[in-house]
């Protein structure tokens, strides 16, 4: 049970990460939760990456790499693991497969999450959030606008910046491009299966587990 989870951002991957995780027993290793935990509990790696990240650096392929050499070597991955958010360039896979070389990790998995982009853009820049209590929702489905009061305490409802269509665009086109070649890359070692994100969360859930039951 080894596995790379690749899908664009509001696709819910994050969701099936941890399900996945709690029902196969292996670590959902988010380098981005990875971070901040060694940031916050000033390892020697986490103290190195506050630093470069304090002078508005991104973390450097080689410390992110130490970084998920530390969570899929450990103890707690001897079954397998998820891993979310990692590797983002094409410099990182490279370096993600040396070092699966290196600890012997012959078989794993890339899941690309497929989603239509109009549809996704749709969905994130129709969600409302409660300014009081921060629930999310679905203005087309519970039919709101941002002028509704919330339909669970009645305080003004407001779009986050980040649901802004011209926000949600930006980052799927960031997406795209950073993770073409990383695709490509996996693509060519032909350990790339993709499945339909636009499902609900339990048929995503069962579409993942039955391309891992797939051949590699
Ligand atoms: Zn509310």
Do not use: W
Not at 124 to 145: D, P, Q, V, W
Not at 169 to 190: E, K, M, P
């Amino acid at each position: 049970m080894r596995l790379l989870l690749f899908g664009p951002p509001g696709v819910g991957k994050g969701t099936q990460a941890k399900l996945l995780s709690q029902e196969f027993g292996v670590p959902h290793i988010s380098t981005g939760d990875m971070l901040r935990t060694a940031v916050a509990g000033g390892t020697p790696l986490g103290k190195k990456a506050k630093s470069i990240m304090d002078d508005g650096h991104l973390v450097p392929d080689d410390l992110m790499i130490a970084i998920v050499r530390e969570a899929v070597s450990g103890p707690g991955a001897a079954h397998g693991f998820i891993l979310d958010g990692f590797p983002r360039t094409l410099p990182q896979a490279r370096a993600l497969s040396t070092l699966f070389a290196e600890l012997g990790i012959r078989s794993y998995k890339v899941i690309e999450f497929d989603v239509d982009e109009e549809e996704l853009i749709r969905r994130l820049s129709s969600r409302l959030m409660c300014t009081k209590e921060g629930t999310i929702f679905s203005a087309e489905a519970e039919g709101l606008t941002v002028d509704s009061p919330c339909p669970q305490c009645g305080s003004p409802l407001m779009q986050r910046d980040d649901d802004k269509e011209s926000t949600v665009r930006n980052r799927l086109r960031v997406y795209r491009v950073s993770t073409a070649q990383v695709i490509h890359y996996f693509d060519a070692l032909g350990v790339v299966y993709r499945v339909d994100g636009t499902g609900s969360v339990d048929v995503v859930n069962r579409e993942i587990k039955l391309l891992l039951k797939a051949k590699p």
